[in-house]
């Protein structure tokens, strides 16, 4: 089997993907712009053979890399990165080299905000309501129908990309003075924590292994205010989260992939979709998943790729948390502060790159702890400031 994995070298964990691959006997052909001395060495133990592409936004230099690799290994079989970025390269270039998996014609679905609204109504599940605008008398109109404040952000963005919230007529018009020549979708502002629906599913769609995770603060707001963010995974899933993510892996006809469901928890305790990605959640939540169950989401991944199904036997047995730290900020806790205090609860700990800094943090720990209580104090104890 041939596996083409785009971009296997970020985020740094993924990796761990490749190795998986390998360990199952698949020819891993890894593509991306880093020279191949400077990957690590276990992602290039795993890679049978890796391409350096002059520009990865380019497509005529991945298809280029596709044909080296189709004409010295043969068909590919599989194509993926696991990255919202690389979504819409995959898909062309599965259609273009006849490769199994979500099409070119398929990816807006997936991609546009504007477009997962339509599933959302068709799966009776309720959504922020929204349109895409497309200047500013257009907006104007919209944000008097939705009442302020609203939120502006790219239609096919990624996380909190370009993500703006407006509290009035005047914010909309400085918006549009300055916005990016890109389309833009105006939805309302929902008041309410985020929750997530978070898993991988098997080659009919049926889930294999899921969990979910609830945020300290809206990754929006934290990288508005430069702060930082905490988030951390259920033991048990609430039903109607449950529920609602399940029916919308049926909407999304997702399978043999990740998903990552986003939605509004309201004051009042009811729901409200926010977007769907349909790969992994980023950052370190992968390795999340397997602290929490003591598992490897990366072996059972491939070993699906491998083998076209596979069986997972888990329990959700802890609590995994995320919590990061902004280097501009004045904590109370020394990084020795932390790991005497919490000891066993730290499983890992890592700086991350400068792309994933604003969002995640300059600095990232993963806790584990059997209670929630136990989790929120060490967050606390984490982002604690002076």
């Known amino acids: 089997m041939n596996f083409v994995f785009l971009s296997p070298a970020f985020p740094p964990n993924y990796y761990l993907f490749c190795a998986a691959l390998k360990k199952e006997g698949v020819s891993v052909l890894g593509i991306g712009d880093s020279p191949f001395g400077e990957l690590r060495s276990e992602l290039r133990d795993a890679l049978a053979w890796y391409y350096q592409a002059g520009d990865m936004s380019d497509p005529a230099s991945l298809s280029a ?13 599989r194509i993926d ?112 924590g985020i929750v997530t629906f978070d898993g991988l599913a098997g080659p009919g769609g049926e889930i294999i292994f899921c969990t979910s995770h609830v945020y300290g603060e809206r990754v929006m707001e934290a990288v508005l205010a430069d702060g930082h963010i905490s988030y951390y995974s259920l033991r048990e899933i609430p039903r109607d989260l449950e529920d609602a993510g399940r029916k919308l892996v ?61 069986r997972l036997d888990y329990a959700r047995k802890y609590h995994c948390g995320y919590a990061g730290r902004k280097d501009r900020l004045n904590y109370a806790h020394s990084h020795e502060d932390i790991l005497a205090r919490l000891g066993g609860m730290i499983m890992h700990h ?37």
Request: net charge negative.
């Open 350 to 386: 890592e700086g991350l790159p400068p792309v994933l800094a604003r969002a995640m943090g300059d600095k990232g720990y993963l806790i584990r702890a059997r209670e929630a209580a136990d989790m929120e104090c060490a967050v606390s104890f984490i982002q604690q400031l002076k």
């Open 81 to 192: 990165s696991h990255n919202e970025y690389w979504l819409e390269a995959e898909a062309r270039l599965r259609t273009e080299f006849g490769i199994p998996g979500i099409q070119a014609a398929d990816v807006s679905e997936i991609r546009r905000k504007s477009l997962m609204k339509k599933v959302f109504a068709l799966a009776g599940i309720p959504y922020a309501r929204g349109a895409v605008v497309s200047g500013a008398g257009n907006a104007h109109a919209l944000a008097s129908e939705l009442n302020f404040p609203v939120v502006v952000k790219p239609d096919d963005g990624m996380g909190a990309e370009l993500t703006y919230r407006l509290n009035s007529h005047a914010d909309v018009d400085r918006f549009f003075d300055a916005k990016p020549d890109r389309a833009f979708i105006m939805e309302e502002f929902i008041d309410g």
């Open 250 to 310: 049926r909407g999304f006809a997702v399978k043999e992939r990740f998903f990552h469901f986003e939605f509004f928890r309201r004051p009042d305790g009811t729901l409200c979709a926010l977007e769907v990605n349909i790969r992994p959640p980023g950052g370190m939540t992968m390795d999340m998943f397997n602290f929490a169950c003591d598992i490897d989401m990366y072996a059972v991944w491939a070993g699906l790729m491998a083998r076209g199904e596979v």
């Open 65 to 77: 890399a596709m044909r080296f690799f189709t004409g010295r290994f043969g068909k590919i079989d």
